[in-house]
Structure formats: C-alpha cells, structure tokens
Nanobody, 123 residues
C-alpha cells in the first residue's frame, strides 16, 4: 500500500502564509505526478497545483503567484507554500500522488490520496 500524510495546516490571519507538506510512504517503485487539491465547505474539490517528477508545475489560474508547489524526490515529499492567504482559501487541502507499483506480470500506476489537512483563514 501507499500512504500519504499531510501536515502544516492550521489557523492563519488574512495575509498570512502557511506551508503544507505531504509525505508518501509504503511500497512503490517511484512517484510520478504529485499534487494538491482543496475542498471548501459546500463546494466541490478543486485543483490547486500539480508537479511532475521532473519539476514541471501546473496551477489553478486563480492561485498563480500566491501558491508555490515543490517536491523533494529523495524524501517522497511534496510541499505547498501558500502566501497572502484570504478567507476564500479556507478549505481542507488534500494531496495526491501517482505511484508506480510492482505487479505480478507488470508494473502498474495508481493514484493515492491523503486524508487532508485543514486550513482556516480568519481574523
């Protein structure tokens, strides 16, 4: 199995910053794309950012310039630096990762999700 564990969430005032981390552990050959999503109360889950194993990033248009995704392949960890936070950024932030695993006949890739970490922005 593959487990993803997020950390770094919490409470922050508007204009503040937080850095989220997500560590992947378990049995896998490698990790390809990793990403962050978020789900606010009463809303659907939405993409925040993704990053390939080679470091190519993709962001939700509305978050470009404030959020930065990065990863440490040696640590199987993806980060999300969030700056200039607003009330609208309040949500549960969830990471995911595509893991290549060994199969009986061939390797296969599967996407795994963490449990999420709460980010609350209020004054």
């Amino acid at each position: 199995q593959v487990q993803l564990v997020e950390s770094g969430g919490g409470w922050v005032q508007p204009g503040g910053s937080l850095r989220l981390s997500c560590v992947a552990s378990g049995t896998f050959v490698s990790l390809s794309d990793m990403g962050w999503y978020r789900q606010a109360p009463g809303k659907e889950r939405e993409l925040v950012a993704t990053i390939t194993s080679g470091g190519i990033t993709n962001y939700a248009d509305s978050l470009k310039g404030r959020f930065t995704i990065s990863r440490d392949n040696a640590k199987n960890t993806v980060y999300l630096q969030m700056n200039s936070l607003t009330f609208e950024d309040t949500a549960v932030y969830v990471c995911n990762a595509a893991a290549l695993r060994r199969g009986f006949a061939r390797n296969y890739e599967r996407v795994y999700w963490g449990q999420g970490t709460q980010v609350a922005v209020f004054s």
